[in-house]
């Protein structure tokens, strides 16, 4: 358990360009600009201890979560008589709580970030597979699999219902659910078997990839 020393009331002087207000109290607004490292040696022991406490939030157990916050809680209530110390601890909670919702925005920003390149990189990919297809099938057309120095590109056949016209299929190739859609697994063995069916058809299809 992180241990916490009060701060002795006389503040800790920083330089002119680091300094902001003094807190009033355990009530914070966190608009402080700068960066824990503007932070005097003493704050910074403090914060970093705050930090150690915060820590054991990361928990999916209740108990041990209302554990950490009531020894957070009791760490400033440890200097309810003594105005400097708390404003000094509450400062400090402040300055854990600002880097954790910075780091928390950071981490989202790269989230979308990384989704978003994996996105586009993936479109990119597929539009170059199917481009090379389109040119290596069109050499030769018969081709099932095409061999490189570091890779294939292998072919399996596939065959798929293709409904033309729903409303013209009868009943019996119709699956039944709260709403009426084509039963396309009948309709496909029942076409592969040789039936004639008003409103469907059995398309080939050829699905490649890459190894």
Known sequence: MAVLTAIPAAPVEAPAQAAAPSASGPSCSIQRSGSLWQ??????????????????????????????????????????????ALSAKADATCWVIE???????????????????????????????????????????????FSFPNHELTSRKSSAVVIDDEEALDSEWLAVTTTTKPDKAAIKEAL???????????????????H
Do not use: M
């Not at 928390?104 to 597929?126: E, I, V």
């Open 39 to 84: 932070l005097g040696i003493e704050a910074q022991e403090l914060t970093t201890a705050i930090g150690q406490l915060a820590e054991q939030l990361d928990t999916d157990d209740p108990e041990q979560r209302a554990s950490a916050l009531a020894e957070l809680e009791a760490v400033l209530l440890a200097e309810e008589g003594n105005k400097a």
């Open 99 to 145: 880097h954790l919702r910075g780091q928390a925005a950071y981490r989202q920003q790269q989230a979308k970030r990384l989704s978003d390149l994996a996105r586009s990189d993936a479109g990119r990919a597929d539009a170059l597979e199917e481009s090379l297809i389109f040119v290596l099938t069109q050499l030769q057309p018969s081709a099932t699999r």
């Open 192 to 210: 592969k078997a040789g039936r004639q069916i008003t409103g469907a058809q059995l398309l080939s299809r050829r699905s490649w990839r890459i």
